[in-house]
């Protein structure tokens, strides 16, 4: 009996891992196809405002990386906003110009990467059942495989990794964190997490979320409770060091501290007011110049608020935290792209069992799907057709960031009441209020 | 080619002149193809330094003296310009572009400072002093529109301390440049426009020509071998008036059809009807009068000028041998006929008016006009309001003589240029022209591109200079109340190295400016965009806090002061007023 399980067992191993190498067979395949047969398509992605940002944008890096090899301080101008050991690495590889292969196999392991983090993430198991939760609809889940697959077929993820924009590397840096937080590795988990909040600034919001995780992690895999404050004290002091040496590391690099104020400054005072699928850009411009400083605290601070709130109240959910501030992310900092959707939207899905709890997703799912191919028609009417303005791109932008905001409301909604089905068994399936 | 040489040694007899006096005038005429006339105005003065810096300043104005004296300014060049100098039809420029500037007004100067900081704090002082002098925007030169060129521009004068010199130049392609510039122009003038050529100069006919420059150059001249250096300022107007247009009487400006019977009409065509023409190409010169064209009189010579030597000949005209001039004076005038009588230069009488006289003439011979060095096009390709390319053309004539240039761009900040994608390329030949190249980025809010390049053109090639920008998106204060007609993009300088140039001035060339479209924002609801997007924000935070404070309980627990509807509000006011009254 005993042997059949584990036969069982090592056969759906076997069968999972021949599924997992079929499908980033397959998902590489499509993206080397898609780059070798339309050679001009990733130099019109890289020039779409909804797919590269300001600060993730690969022309705008292309430029950093050729003012660099050419002896010229990036960060003396007004064009590159991204961090400073993406230089060396893309000074590296083959100019993308002319031999654009090498990049493009770049990105393409850059996104199987994050899908195999992916997969290790919900393999673990977290996002139902951690050592202090267990859902009682723990068994609604889908296996990793699909969640890979629903992370590496997104057309968002598509098109990013397309458009070769740095936030490709960001997701992998977030997803790695995730990955090894859920598998109990703390230093692996530090640099990552570390590396994460050196791309892009905001996921230092997800470390102490992740850090939870980690603790449930080590719990699980030990069997004994760690205790809890020299853990923390730990890994903050390691995740500190983690970011000072990047970021001396940075400064060693270019030989100044000027890097600080063009990527993370330019983040905090959003000078670049370019279109994106964001809510900061056009408000920004329409803002009265003496109210400036005022809103970009108010919408910093807004965005911060979320953390310290959801972690406190799902402090045995982690993981979900750490999906919905990815949520978070997409909609409320001022730089976001569909790559940060993406990594939402492929992160959600772990969260199979709260679906049947979930009240609005055909409104969410209609919205982002109208969005996304409006968004795009609405932007060339304002910017090539002249037959539209700003305020219809603008709408759109809205809409998007609403259909997020009500999945993200929606997911959470799901999983308070999923606390509150272990918590009062008795209410199950019964209406609620909140009072 | 042997008018080419005459046209060589005009110029060189023009420049030559040695400065025995104080103060120099002369008007340079020269009819160019399509029935215009080009008309040089040069005035010429001198201070010796030290009665400069003891305040005695001579026929220097005053008012621009101490200016110069309170910015520390060594050497100053200004330019008001308009229009297109159409190199193709009229040739070489006036003074090989050495006195032209980029359309609008142009500044640049070499302030002694010691630091960086101290000489962008003069060049301020310099920029509004002079702003509130000519009634030209000049002030709104700030750091975004400040550069300090490397290669493209080289002192005129001779310096002393050069290590301490900084070099800063300006440019305001929007400005528009009109009467109010041109009257303090004239104030500078010993005569101020009461007498001698200047008193030819008036706004209605300057600022209605094809193409107009008005120039101002400060620069400290040391004789060879001694010590006492004298400080020169020279003052120069170049415009290519439209003879017909010029000719329309000031009372009656609109142009008209002549009656029938005054058409002349070209017979040897096959005519249908009788009210058809094909008018008829006579090839004559048209006739004209300096009256006629500049709209008032020539009122003799300005007393203060020279009135011995070649500087005494205040008025030339470049013209045919056989070309007939009537000079029609109650005054004396004398005239000399230089340069293989191309030449013809008048000394004018001073107190009389004086005019010249024209005739409508066929002419047998012309005068070849010298090619220029260099032909330069600059444009935007691309469509929309999002990105673009610049593209540069610029060729070189001559079949044997390689030139070297150096290519300035002065970009403002919000055209975002991407070095990586800049192409040079020559019709000719595969390889680089690019020898030298100098970049300074652009930083949002603070400081425009600046882009500096030495090429070198083969004979007969056409270098094609390309690279793509992005157009940002400004906050809605930025832009101006004309926000939909873009913004003025200053012109590119070229600068001929080789050959090199035969007076101090240098050889230039600058293109057109350029009309950058920007994409607009709505500008009539910044309200309704704070307010929808705080909604969405609002919404949001508004729903999550909402789901993170409050706690679930079943339906029918829930209290009733807690409950909607109208019977638990009321409730509620019931309660809150009982627990009122008791407390109180």
């Known amino acids: 009996m005993a042997i059949d399980t584990r036969q069982a067992i090592d056969t759906r191993q076997a069968m999972d891992t021949r599924h997992k190498v079929l499908l980033f067979g397959a998902a590489a395949a499509v993206r ?54 993406l230089l060396p690495l893309f ?68 098109a990013t990794c397309l458009a070769r924009s740095t936030s490709a590397l960001t997701n992998l840096a977030i997803l790695t964190a995730m990955a090894k937080a859920s598998q ?33 992690a080590r719990t699980r895999n030990s069997k004994t409770t760690p205790s809890v404050s020299p853990f923390v004290i730990s890994h903050t002091l390691g995740f500190c060091t983690a970011i000072a040496a990047l970021l001396t590391g940075s400064a060693f690099l270019t030989r100044s501290w000027d890097f600080l104020s063009a990527t993370y400054g330019v983040r905090l005072l959003l000078p670049d007011l370019t279109p994106n699928v964001g809510l900061w850009w056009y408000f920004f411009i329409e803002m009265f110049d003496s109210f400036r400083d005022f809103f970009l605290a108010v919408f910093w601070l807004h965005a911060a608020s979320y953390m310290p709130g959801l972690t406190i109240r799902l402090h045995k959910q982690p993981l979900f935290v750490a999906c919905t501030l990815t949520g978070v992310f997409a909609i409320f900092t001022p730089y976001p792209s569909i790559a940060d959707a993406a990594l939402y939207l492929s992160l959600v899905p772990m969260f199979r069992h709260l679906f049947p709890l979930m009240r609005y997703t055909f409104l969410a799912s209609a919205s982002i799907l109208y969005t996304s191919f409006l968004g795009p028609a609405f932007y060339h009417l304002w910017i090539y057709a002249g037959s539209g303005n700003a305020n219809f791109f603008y709408a759109i932008t809205l809409v998007w960031s609403l259909g997020l905001s009500v999945i993200l409301g929606d997911s959470l909604y799901a999983a308070l009441r999923d606390e509150l089905d272990v918590e009062r068994p008795e209410l199950r399936d019964k209406e609620v209020r909140r009072i | 080619m042997l008018s080419s040489l005459f046209f060589l040694l005009v110029n ?44 005695n300043f001579g026929y220097f104005p005053r008012s621009f003296g101490q200016i110069l004296q309170h910015a520390h300014a060594k050497e100053l060049h200004l330019r008001f310009s308009v229009g297109r100098w159409d190199a193709e039809n009229w040739g070489q420029r006036p003074w090989s572009g050495g006195r032209e500037g980029g359309t609008g007004v142009e500044l640049w100067a070499w302030l002694e400072a010691d630091t960086e900081d101290e000489a962008f704090a003069r060049w301020l002082k310099l920029t509004n002093a002079l702003s509130g002098l000519f009634c030209a925007s000049i002030n709104f030169i700030d750091a975004t529109k400040t550069i300090r060129p490397v290669m493209a521009f080289a002192p005129e004068g001779q310096h002393s301390n050069a290590s301490r010199l900084h070099l800063l130049h300006g440019t305001l392609p929007h400005e528009v440049v009109c009467t109010e510039n041109l009257t303090p122009f004239l104030k500078l003038l010993p005569c101020k426009g009461k007498a001698g050529i200047s008193s030819l100069l008036s706004g209605h006919k300057l600022f209605d020509a094809s193409f107009q420059t008005m120039a101002i150059d400060v620069r400290p001249t040391c004789e060879e071998g001694s010590a006492t250096c004298a400080l020169e300022m020279e003052q120069t107007v170049d415009m290519v008036l439209d003879l017909a247009r010029a000719k329309r009487p000031k009372d009656d400006p609109i142009p008209r059809p002549l ?16 009210d058809s023409c ?42 045919p041998p056989e070309r007939t001039v009537e000079v029609k004076t109650s005054g004396e005038v004398s005239e000399s006929r230089l340069v293989a009588d191309t030449l013809r230069c008048y000394k004018l009488p ?20 010298p090619k220029p060095g260099v032909f330069a096009a600059r444009s935007i390709n691309g469509h929309g309001q999002e990105r673009g390319s610049i593209q540069a053309v610029i060729s070189n004539p001559s079949t044997t003589e390689a030139v070297e240039i150096v290519y300035l761009e002065s970009l403002p900040w919000f055209m975002k240029p991407y070095l990586h994608t800049l192409r040079a390329r020559l019709d000719t030949t595969a390889e680089s022209p690019i020898k030298e190249t100098y970049y300074s980025p652009a930083v949002d809010r603070k400081r425009g591109t600046h882009l500096e390049l030495r090429l070198r053109i083969p004979p007969a090639s056409t270098l094609t200079l390309t690279y793509d920008f992005d157009k940002a998106i400004l906050r809605y204060t930025e832009y101006p109340p004309d926000a939909n007609r873009g913004f003025d993009v200053a012109p590119a300088v070229i600068r001929v190295l080789s050959p090199q140039a035969r007076d101090h001035r240098g050889i230039y060339v600058r293109t057109t400016s350029l009309l950058l479209p920007l994409p607009t924002p709505d500008f009539s609801m910044p309200y309704n965009v704070i307010i929808l997007t705080s909604t969405v924000m609002a919404l949001g935070f508004g729903n999550i806090f909402n789901l993170l404070v409050r706690r679930f309980v079943a339906v029918d627990e829930v209290p009733i002061t807690a409950a909607g509807g109208i019977k638990g509000r009321v409730l509620d006011k019931a309660y809150r007023l009982k627990a009122l009254v008791l407390g109180g």
């Open chain 1, 32 to 85: 080397l196809l898609l780059f070798t047969v339309f050679p001009a398509l990733p130099d019109l992605l890289a020039g779409r405002v909804d797919v590269s940002t300001p600060v993730t944008s690969f022309k705008r890096l292309q430029e950093g990386v050729f003012l660099y090899t050419h002896n010229v301080s990036p960060y003396d101008g007004g064009v590159y906003h991204q961090a400073p050991l």
């Open chain 1, 91 to 158: 000074s590296l590889l083959p100019n993308p110009a002319h031999a654009p292969l090498a990049t493009n196999v770049f990105y393409t392991a850059v996104d199987l990467a994050s899908a195999h983090a992916l997969a290790q993430v919900a393999d673990s198991g977290f996002a139902s059942v951690t050592p202090w939760f267990a859902s009682p609809r723990r068994h609604l889940r889908w296996s990793s495989a699909a969640i890979a697959a629903g992370f590496l077929f997104n057309p968002f993820t598509i």
């Open chain 1, 184 to 216: 109990g590795a703390s230093f692996t988990f530090i640099l990552a997490a570390a590396f994460a909040a050196y791309m892009a600034m905001h996921p230092i919001l997800l470390f102490p979320p992740l850090t939870i995780l980690l603790y449930h």
């Open chain 2, 12 to 55: 060189a007899w023009l420049v030559g002149a040695a400065a025995s006096a104080d103060y120099h005038e002369r008007l340079l005429l020269r009819p160019l193809p399509q029935d215009t006339l080009l008309a040089s105005f040069n005035f010429r003065s001198n201070e010796s330094a030290a009665a400069f810096e003891q305040q």
């Open chain 2, 259 to 274: 009656p029938i019977d005054q058409l002349e009409c070209d017979t040897s065509k096959p005519y249908n009807a009788h």
């Open chain 2, 278 to 319: 094909y008018p008829l190409n006579k090839g004559t010169q048209p006739a004209w009068t300096l009256e006629e064209v500049f709209g008032r009189p020539l009122k003799g010579a300005c007393p203060l000028t020279g009135q011995t030597g070649d500087e005494a000949d205040n008025l030339c005209i470049n013209i």
């Open chain 2, 350 to 369: 001073t107190g009389a008016d004086v005019d010249l006289v024209l005739p409508e003439q066929k002419m047998a011979t012309d005068l070849v006009r």
